[in-house]
């Protein structure tokens, strides 16, 4: 959308400690594993995780939030040179179909449904939190634009509650009518929830099969929403609320599919090699009708991105240290930047500065978020997560 335990991305995706490491050949088949621990405690344990695709997550929340600057800058996308940022979103919602079948298709059912949900929402939720006070803050205190009269009290209490419970309310006109009026990256992690509901339910039951066929069905709809808008960039708002669903579907199910087909493919292009293919991606330039090479690019390349991410190799200590962090900071970053993008488009919109000002103030705004994104992470994040675990754990025992 991380762990400071493992200090892993898969980790902190899943809320797992425990994730056997696999080796895969060039037929991609498994040649090692390890024993797992067993017992219910071992079930509810974190599991190690790919390394380079911790660091390419990180790469994608980075570029989002760059994106989401250059965004207010060039309200048209065919002049802005990041401007499919947005799809960063799919490569998201690709790993996560990969990382939660690798991280629960083997346990699920000893596991339990509901023990699935707590870990999720343990994983999730104190992001979703401390993103819409975030957001509140900014609506309520931004120095460029003061808040309209016609925000009661009562009103900006639902707003924050529909927030804070991911429940989709696309009321507020000052930001759009996005979906999360107080922390728009929202959206997709409510896409994300969905996701979760449905895996812990059904879709981990399904075969290789069944869920090809549900990849097919999937890439109609996004084929057909693609067509029907001219792209894939909806989902965030009220209007484009369906597209949202067709981005999901099949990028989780590309992800799953992945996994389940043991489609990792070992080579040696490293974590440099890999976050250069991702980069390509994003910054793909935008064309009046792009909706083609973003179909491409979220049907084909994405998980092909996630299969070669997968079995690529970290070369040295130094690689091995960006990728943890950018792991760590990925989710932290996304879920928390957004305030800022507020109070600069305010800005940007009533100074119009000039562009060699506006180079500082983006690199400035991206440096100081990633560092707000880390104390975010170490300050509350990781202790909430802790303190709910613990408390999950004694009522276990209780």
């Known amino acids: 959308m991380l762990s400071a335990i493992t200090g892993n991305l898969l980790a902190y995706v899943t809320g797992d400690n425990y ?91 000893k596991m339990g449904t509901m023990e699935f949900f707590k870990s999720r929402i343990i994983r999730l939720h104190p992001l979703v939190v401390l993103g819409t006070v975030l957001g509140l803050l900014a609506f309520l205190f931004n120095p460029f634009a003061p808040v309209p009269e016609t925000y009661t009290f009562g ?60 990849a097919v069905v999937a890439a109609i709809w996004l084929i057909y929403t693609a067509y029907k808008a001219g792209n894939l960039l909806g989902g965030w708002s009220g209007g484009t609320f369906p597209d949202g669903g067709a981005r999901l579907s099949y990028s989780f199910l590309a992800g799953l599919l992945v996994y389940r087909y043991n489609f990792i493919i070992k080579n040696k292009l490293g974590f440099p090699g890999m976050a250069i293919l991702l980069l390509l991606a994003l910054l793909t330039p935008c064309t009046k009708e792009p909706w083609l090479i973003e179909l491409a690019l979220v049907m084909v390349y994405f998980p092909l991105l996630v299969a070669l991410g997968a079995g690529a190799q970290v070369s040295n200590k130094a690689i091995h240290s960006v990728c943890d962090f950018a792991g760590k900071i990925s989710y932290p970053l996304y879920m928390t930047h957004y305030m800022v993008i507020w109070i600069f488009a305010a800005y940007y919109n009533q100074y119009k500065p000039a562009p060699s000002q506006l180079a500082w103030v983006v690199g400035i705004g991206v440096v100081s978020l990633i560092g707000f994104a880390y104390l975010a992470m170490v300050l509350y994040d990781i202790p909430i997560r802790k303190y709910l675990t613990e408390r999950r754990k004694l009522n276990r025992q209780g």
């Open 19 to 109: 994730l056997p490491r696999f080796t895969f050949s060039m037929h991609m088949t498994e040649t090692a594993t390890t024993t797992a621990p067993t017992g219910q405690a071992a079930l509810l344990q974190t599991r190690q995780h790919f390394e380079i695709l911790d660091g390419l997550r990180g790469v994608a929340a980075v570029f989002v939030v760059f994106f989401h600057f250059m965004e207010v800058i060039f309200t048209d996308a065919t002049k802005n040179f990041a401007g499919h940022g947005f799809l960063a979103v799919d490569f998201f919602f690709c790993l996560s179909g990969f990382v939660i079948a690798y991280a629960y298709d083997n346990r699920i059912e």
């Open 155 to 214: 009103r900006i209490a639902l707003i924050v509650l529909a927030s804070m419970l991911m429940i989709p309310l696309p009321v507020m006109g000052e930001t759009y009518f996005n979906l999360f009026g107080l922390n728009a990256p929202s959206w997709s992690l409510f896409w994300e929830y969905i996701a979760n509901i449905i895996y812990g339910t059904i879709l981990w039951r399904f075969s290789k099969k069944v869920l090809l066929g549900l």
